[in-house]
């Protein structure tokens, strides 16, 4: 998926160790989020047609990770319209990363994931004993 969508595999690594632990049946936010990249019923409710992003986990990820594209694209104009810190526009890549936990783009909580994802990254969390044994 990351080489499909463009973005650094550890990236997607830090990022879906983040969401879920690399574990599909993780289920989040009070039973709304489902999957690696916790996909979120409310708001990607057409990722659920035939129950796709809550049984397979590469429609998950690539799910995850078409939206995070086109943000990076610069496609999702509405967070201009919305609560944002700055200004939204193509090829930020943490920036589009927070969108996905947040909704919005670098608001307190957008910034606290992107610093929650870029820690798990800067650890390689997912090389850790801690990690492979569950």
């Known amino acids: 998926v990351a080489c499909k969508w463009g973005i650094d595999e550890d990236i997607v690594r830090a990022q879906i160790a983040k969401e ?3 574990h599909m049946s993780t289920v989040g936010d009070n039973g709304e989020s489902f999957g690696l990249g916790q ?3 409310p708001y990607h409710g057409t990722a659920f047609v035939n129950n ?3 049984a397979s986990s590469a429609y ?6 078409a939206v995070w594209r086109e943000c990076f ?4 104009g509405w967070l201009n319209d919305v609560e944002h810190t700055g200004t939204y526009g193509a090829g930020d890549v943490q920036g589009c990363l927070g969108v996905w936990f947040a909704g919005r783009w670098r608001t307190a909580a957008a910034i606290t994931y992107i610093a929650d994802v870029q820690d ?5 969390v997912w090389e850790t004993t801690n990690f492979k044994n569950g």
């Open 20 to 22: 879920s632990w690399w």
């Open 39 to 41: 996909v979120r019923v």
């Open 52 to 54: 796709n992003a809550r």
């Open 60 to 65: 998950n990820v690539d799910y995850t990770y």
């Open 73 to 76: 694209e610069g496609r999702l």
């Open 120 to 124: 798990y990254l800067n650890q390689r």
